[in-house]
């Protein structure tokens, strides 16, 4: 008798089949069994190469003496390569100027922009003022008036807070 | 026996499914916020050991308890929970596959609504987001931004200048911020136009994923879309960019049902009675059976053809998940008695016996 063979993935043809898949090739809908990596990759059609950028992996070429250690860790410069994961706050530190060039092929970008923290938070009344006024200014103009009439509540209360 | 921990939550909706928003709540099922926030002078999660987990996981806890706003929520160790109740909690969206693997000192908060989750030492210390319906996006930026703060003025984090918030995965690094929701767009995945949905959405940094539900296939025509970059942009202009891609997918999914409407009405509502024939006389439904009925539904009642709540179709879609039926019954069940408990289930709830 000839055994049945667990279900290959149909991309990679190596991992066990464990995920269906709908994807769309050439305007058609196709359905494919496949593992989970690919699954993941493949889902919804677009495979990442298109939309995600990924972090690369690049612990190659890499020589034993260039090798460095995070101080406060004792992270290794080529474990860190190899995983994409830092190990702690000090690793940001500690492999520059590979972080750095990461960061920027991701995102990029290379200039960081967002919350102001010095181990609390100023005050963000005028911030939080800001975004709710937009907000309402493109919900009227989009005739939006249910969410214009939640979003003038919440400007009140805002307005009506102490500023904290 | 299955543990009554979760019964409370159970007998409920959240709030993201009971609202549904009068603006796009046909399309725009909810949407999802997260930080992801670690704390200054300890190593990340993924490298340290269970004993130094406890220790941040307490320290985390006496953090929230301390916070009046924050107090009333309830503080899980994912070390306590059966395995039925991790995945009752993926499949309401609360906590992610990979907080499933963890065990002592990792966790957990949340509030009774479901709008504040808040998983501890999963990939970051803390990632902290909220849940909220439809179109409600400054709802839940403005309180996410408030949770965020109450926090990070009790506990310090892992911050610096020239990087933002210092995470794990340099993926998430900057501002931590990602935002997220769930479109159902059957009418453009059946015209094909999804595709160009999904060519925009990756010209304008959105990705796109399933509705991952069991055996992970894509389901009911539910997509997620979320942000994908963290660093180099403030998170109003992350969340405005955001907005802007919804609104163009959404615009595209009513022209293809206004299309779809003209010229097939017939279609759809010889598709929506045989949902129903189906539904009240199938002895066993599968969990991805009726997230295809639920979508067919859903759509019908959109388009005022059928008259039925879209909250009462939420809430099979939620309802109807494996862990969901188990602790409904409040008995372990294998697959095909699951499926008979669910068509009991879905006929008594939409009231089709």
């Known amino acids: 008798m000839i055994e049945k063979k667990e279900n290959l993935c149909e991309k990679c043809k190596e991992n066990k089949a464990e995920v269906k898949v709908i994807i769309f090739e050439g305007g058609k809908k196709i359905k494919l069994e496949l593992c989970k990596n690919c699954a993941e990759k493949e889902s919804m059609g677009i495979s990442p190469v298109s939309s995600l950028p990924v972090l690369k992996k690049e612990p190659s070429h890499l020589k034993q003496e260039e090798d460095s250690v995070c101080l406060n860790c004792g992270l290794k410069l080529s474990e860190f390569l190899k995983l994409v994961k830092l190990k702690c706050e000090k690793c940001y530190e500690s492999f520059e100027p590979h972080i750095s060039k990461i960061i920027f092929d991701y995102h990029k970008a290379s200039e960081y922009k967002g919350k102001v923290y010095k181990g609390v938070y100023e005050p963000n009344r005028e911030f939080k003022l800001r975004v709710l006024r937009r907000a309402l200014d493109e919900a009227i103009k989009r005739e939006e008036f249910e969410r214009a009439a939640r979003l003038r509540d919440l400007l009140k209360e805002v307005e009506e807070s102490d500023g904290s | ?353």
């Not at chain 2, 340290?48 to 309830?74: G, M, T």
């Not at chain 2, 993926?90 to 002592?104: A, N, T, W």
């Open chain 2, 1 to 353: 026996m299955v543990p009554d921990r979760f019964k409370w939550m159970s007998e409920k909706l959240p709030f993201w499914l009971r609202f549904v928003s009068p603006l796009y709540g046909d399309i725009v099922l909810s949407i999802r916020m997260r930080f992801a926030r670690n704390l200054k002078g300890h190593n990340f999660p993924l490298f340290i050991d269970e004993e130094k987990k406890v220790k941040i996981f307490n320290l985390i806890k006496d953090a929230l308890f301390s916070i009046d706003k924050l107090k009333n929520l309830k503080i899980y160790e994912i070390g306590e929970l059966e395995r039925i109740e991790k995945d009752f909690l993926v499949e309401r969206h609360l906590i992610s596959r990979d907080l499933l693997r963890e065990g002592k000192g990792s966790g957990l908060a949340i509030d009774m609504d479901e709008r504040i989750s808040i998983m501890v030492n999963e990939e970051d210390h803390l990632r902290i987001q909220v849940f909220y319906p439809g179109f409600m996006f400054e709802e839940a930026f403005m309180r996410i931004m408030e949770i965020d703060d109450l926090v990070g003025s009790t506990l310090e984090y892992a911050y610096n200048g020239r990087y933002g918030f210092l995470t794990s995965c340099l993926s998430n690094v900057g501002t931590g911020f990602r935002v997220s929701c769930l479109l159902h767009l059957p009418v453009s995945f059946i015209s094909g136009r999804i595709q160009d949905i999904f060519k925009f959405a990756a010209s304008s940094d959105v990705t796109v994923r399933g509705y991952y539900g069991e055996g992970s296939e894509v389901m009911g025509n539910i997509f997620q879309f979320s942000s994908l970059r963290t660093f180099g942009k403030s998170e109003e202009d992350i969340l405005s960019n955001f907005k802007n891609v919804v609104y163009r997918i959404i615009d595209i999914e009513k022209e293809e049902r206004e299309k779809f409407f003209k010229n097939s009405r017939d279609f759809i509502e010889d598709r929506v009675m045989r949902t129903i024939g189906i539904i009240k006389s199938a002895k066993f439904l599968s969990s991805r059976e009726v997230m295809e009925y639920a979508s067919h539904l859903r759509l019908a009642a959109g388009m005022n053809i059928l008259n039925i709540n879209i909250e009462k179709i939420n809430e099979i879609m939620l309802l109807n998940q494996p862990a969901h039926i188990q602790i409904l019954f409040g008995k372990i069940m294998e697959e095909k008695e699951r499926d008979k408990f669910r068509g009991i289930l879905i006929r008594t709830r939409l009231n089709l016996s």
